[in-house]
């Protein structure tokens, strides 16, 4: 029997992987799309021709309802969040419907489309549940490095809304016996990884000024560090969660920490610039609170799901320039309308 999987968060980076991902293992992949007329949705057709799409909004419970009973899926992913973080602080209330609430309101489309009335059920047959959470719940650590059982700091709004996502995902595990789990993801990024977004804005910026269309780069933190992974890697371990046979939450992460200088270091030094030349340092672009150190211990998804991250930190930061090198020379902008500094 082909198995059905519904997407939330389809438009953003890890929906179009994961998409790509489930249709190679025989997938019927729906993804839920917002708005009248989203204009990411035109990308979604293009890149993802074999994806179904369905309307829905994670702010609008019955449109989760009736996503879920129209498709019928086996597995829902819930991917879609407002994810960038100095957003979070702008729009903390939006965040928190979106990025929190939105979980609940997921969780509650499918109990209630599976008929879930009781206290734990059988988890055999029911359709089940991942939930994007975060190493951003991490927040200012109080160990290095973070596992299943690091406890939470979280330092944004974004971190809070996902550690209230995060419990709920386990309460609704343990109230009904539902097969839900939580992915704790640290960064992942990749070519399709949205420009506000630090190694995007930075390949972006060195590929620009490679082919002489900026001279500078202006950035915040230099001295942040977090761990840096493959997106395309990243989106199986969600998949191997959903088919492992007990539901259980997971760190993934590389192991391996790097400050943002670091990343701006290897991004110039792929093209063969000298960062210091072109980088300025921006005390605006600094955050209220920052996370200043991210570092996973993969462990437990090494082990029990037998996940490897295959692409190292200097090879993604190299495929992310070289795609922005090609992008900008074909005349594309993505970073054309942003309205982040
Ligand atoms: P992304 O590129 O920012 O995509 C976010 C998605 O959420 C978009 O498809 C967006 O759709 C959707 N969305 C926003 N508001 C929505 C709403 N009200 N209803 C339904 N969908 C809505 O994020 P990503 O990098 O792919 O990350 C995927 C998930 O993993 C997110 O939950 C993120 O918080 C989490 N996460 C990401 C990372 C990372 O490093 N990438 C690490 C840990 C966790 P529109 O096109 O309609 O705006
Ligand atoms: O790339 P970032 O914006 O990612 P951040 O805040 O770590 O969040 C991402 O990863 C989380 C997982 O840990 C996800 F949950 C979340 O959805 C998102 O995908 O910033 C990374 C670091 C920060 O410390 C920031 O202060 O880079 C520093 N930074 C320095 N200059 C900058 C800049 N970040 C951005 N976006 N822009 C700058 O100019």
């Given at each position: 029997m082909t198995r059905r999987a519904l997407l939330t968060g389809i438009t953003g980076q890890d929906g179009s992987y994961l998409a790509e991902h489930l249709l190679s293992e025989g997938y019927e992949v729906w993804g839920l799309v917002r708005g009248q007329?989203?204009?990411?949705v035109p990308r979604v057709r293009r890149l993802l021709q074999d994806v179904r799409l369905v309307r829905g909004d994670l702010l609008d419970q019955g449109s989760l309802i009736s996503a879920v009973e129209k498709v019928q899926p086996d597995e829902v992913y819930?991917?879609?969040?407002?994810?960038f973080v100095p957003m979070s602080w702008e729009q903390a209330e939006l965040t928190a419907e979106v990025t929190g609430m939105g979980v609940l309101r997921m969780l509650e489309a499918i109990r209630v489309c599976s008929g879930i009335t009781g206290s734990r059920g059988s988890a055999d047959g029911q359709i089940r549940f991942y939930q994007a959470s975060s190493?951003?719940?991490?927040?200012?650590?109080?160990?290095?490095?973070?596992?299943?059982?690091t406890p939470f700091h979280p330092r944004s709004p974004y971190g809070v809304a996902k550690a209230y996502g995060h419990f709920l995902t386990q309460n609704y595990r343990e109230s009904y016996g539902m097969f839900a789990v939580s992915g704790i993801l640290f960064n992942h990024e990749s070519p399709r990884r949205g420009a506000e977004f630090v190694t995007r804005k930075v390949s972006l910026g060195v590929a620009r000024i490679k082919l002489g269309m900026a001279t500078e780069l202006r950035l915040g933190n230099l001295e942040a560090r977090r761990d840096w992974g493959y997106a395309g890697d990243f989106v199986r371990a969600m998949h191997m969660m959903m088919t492992a046979e007990t539901p259980e939450d997971y760190v993934i992460g590389t192991g391996r920490t790097h400050s943002v200088r670091e990343l701006v270091e290897a991004a110039f030094g792929a093209v063969g610039l000298d960062w210091e030349r072109y980088v300025v340092h921006d005390r605006s672009l600094h955050r209220p609170a920052e996370v200043d150190l991210l570092c996973a211990d993969p462990k437990k998804a090494r082990t029990q799901l037998g996940w490897e991250p295959t692409v190292s930190f200097e090879e993604l930061v190299a495929m992310m320039v070289e795609a922005d090198l090609r992008l900008l020379s074909d005349g594309e902008d993505p970073d054309q309308y942003s309205p982040w500094p």
């Open positions: 007329a989203n204009p990411r819930n991917l879609g969040a407002i994810s190493s951003e719940m991490f927040g200012q650590v109080r160990e290095t490095p973070q596992t299943e059982r």
